[in-house]
């Protein structure tokens, strides 16, 4: 067992900084060749990249966070990071082995990506977990979701009994209908609407759909009908239940920057599986990225900015955690 992965053992529910990591950072690159595959989902074809290393000594399916988000991390709504590509590229140098692939209805993905719920983004991850796994040597597969895609993971790990480990980046630990409240409350602009979006929430997590017409113009597009359903969907899940219902070795990721996902979030989790481990990076915001300054625009240009790197540390942190911990 290396020092490193000592440090994470003895240190399960504190904060790990990259300055530990240093280990990890000294393995020499591994070319990795990228292939983009088309396969066959249950609501349509899913677009996917294979990232394969030419010696795989694990393999990673990465589950992208919410909204209409492509398989490296960017979407039509501004959303510019390429952080799923980075993180690709990134476990390649350590010989790891990932999938990424786009939502239903976005980039070459077909479906409509409004009909969607969890268990339906999860019966797409069977899929791609099977691939994956057909592709290598590995017998199983990690999982590392990205905000909504971490729920995902958790809920694919009760339903599979051939997975390695689950690492959870930026993932909500609260009830996610809590959560959107808190973000809507930061929001000066919607400080009138505030009450409104609180009976609209409160509405949906009891599962009653919301007329938009009784809704203001700022909040209809945030509970348009088309979306309800999925929301009335995501919001009866418990994050810590979820946590709760596996007990495949679980890596809790988050960054003290990130103004979507809060450090809350991540004590409540690491409360949920005491034999958890736990990374928190500073100054890393949603995105995996480093804040360049202390303020929400400085934060919000890590979300524009597909150039800039994935925070020191992470990448080197999952790779230690997954190579040390495989069985």
Same mark, same amino acid.
């Given at each position: 067992?290396?020092?490193?992965?000592?440090?994470?053992?003895?240190?399960?529910?504190?904060?790990?900084?990259?300055?530990?990591?240093?280990?990890?950072?000294?393995?020499?690159?591994?070319?990795?060749?990228?292939?983009?595959?088309?396969?066959?989902?249950?609501?349509?074809?899913?677009?996917?990249?294979?990232?394969?290393?030419?010696?795989?000594?694990?393999?990673?399916?990465?589950?992208?966070?919410?909204?209409?988000?492509?398989?490296?991390?960017?979407?039509?709504?501004?959303?510019?990071?390429?952080?799923?590509?980075?993180?690709?590229?990134?476990?390649?140098?350590?010989?790891?082995?990932?999938?990424?692939?786009?939502?239903?209805?976005?980039? &070459?993905?077909?479906?409509?990506?409004?009909?969607?719920? +969890?268990?339906?983004?999860?019966? !797409? %991850? /069977? #899929?791609? $977990?099977? *691939?994956?796994?057909?592709?290598?040597?590995?017998?199983?597969?990690?999982?590392?979701?990205?905000?909504?895609?971490?729920?995902?993971?958790?809920?694919?790990?009760?339903?599979?009994?051939?997975?390695?480990?689950?690492?959870?980046?930026?993932?909500?630990?609260?009830?996610?209908?809590?959560?959107?409240?808190?973000?809507?409350?930061?929001?000066?602009?919607?400080?009138?609407?505030?009450?409104?979006?609180?009976?609209?929430?409160?509405?949906?997590?009891?599962?009653?759909?919301?007329?938009?017409?009784?809704?203001?113009?700022?909040?209809?597009?945030?509970?348009?009908?088309?979306?309800?359903?999925?929301?009335?969907?995501?919001?009866?899940?418990?994050? &810590?239940?979820?946590?709760?219902?596996?007990?495949?070795? +679980?890596?809790?990721?988050?960054? !003290? %920057? /990130? #103004?979507? $996902?809060? *450090?809350?979030?991540?004590?409540?989790?690491?409360?949920?599986?005491?034999?958890?481990?736990?990374?928190?990076?500073?100054?890393?915001?949603?995105?995996?990225?480093?804040?360049?300054?202390?303020?929400?625009?400085?934060?919000?240009?890590?979300?524009?900015?597909?150039?800039?790197?994935?925070?020191?540390?992470?990448?080197?942190?999952?790779?230690?955690?997954?190579?040390?911990?495989?069985?």
């Amino acid at each position: 067992m290396t020092h490193t992965a000592k440090l994470l053992r003895k240190t399960a529910l504190g904060r790990i900084t990259g300055a530990l990591l240093l280990c990890c950072a000294l393995s020499s690159p591994v070319a990795a060749a990228e292939t983009d595959l088309t396969l066959p989902g249950p609501a349509g074809p899913l677009g996917a990249t294979l990232s394969l290393p030419e010696s795989v000594r694990a393999a990673v399916l990465i589950l992208p966070g919410s909204g209409p988000t492509d398989r490296n991390g960017n979407s039509a709504f501004g959303l510019k990071t390429d952080t799923y590509r980075k993180l690709a590229e990134g476990l390649a140098d350590h010989a790891i082995a990932t999938l990424r692939a786009d939502k239903r209805g976005v980039g &070459t993905s077909g479906g409509d990506g409004n009909a969607v719920t +969890l268990d339906a983004y999860a019966r !797409d %991850a /069977d #899929l791609l $977990i099977d *691939m994956l796994r057909d592709r290598g040597p590995q017998t199983c597969v990690w999982l590392a979701g990205h905000s909504e895609g971490g729920l995902i993971a958790l809920k694919v790990a009760q339903r599979r009994d051939d997975l390695c480990g689950i690492i959870l980046l930026a993932t909500p630990g609260r009830p996610v209908s809590a959560i959107l409240l808190e973000q809507l409350s930061r929001v000066p602009e919607l400080e009138n609407d505030l009450p409104m979006a609180q009976k609209a929430i409160l509405q949906l997590v009891i599962g009653n759909p919301v007329p938009v017409a009784d809704l203001p113009p700022s909040l209809q597009g945030l509970f348009a009908p088309q979306v309800q359903p999925f929301l009335i969907d995501l919001f009866a899940h418990n994050p &810590t239940e979820l946590a709760q219902a596996t007990d495949l070795p +679980l890596l809790i990721v988050q960054g !003290d %920057a /990130d #103004l979507q $996902i809060g *450090m809350q979030d991540a004590d409540v989790l690491a409360q949920a599986r005491p034999d958890s481990q736990r990374l928190t990076l500073p100054g890393m915001t949603h995105v995996l990225k480093t804040t360049p300054g202390p303020t929400r625009q400085d934060n919000m240009t890590t979300y524009r900015d597909p150039n800039l790197p994935l925070t020191d540390g992470l990448v080197d942190a999952i790779a230690g955690f997954i190579l040390d911990d495989r069985p």
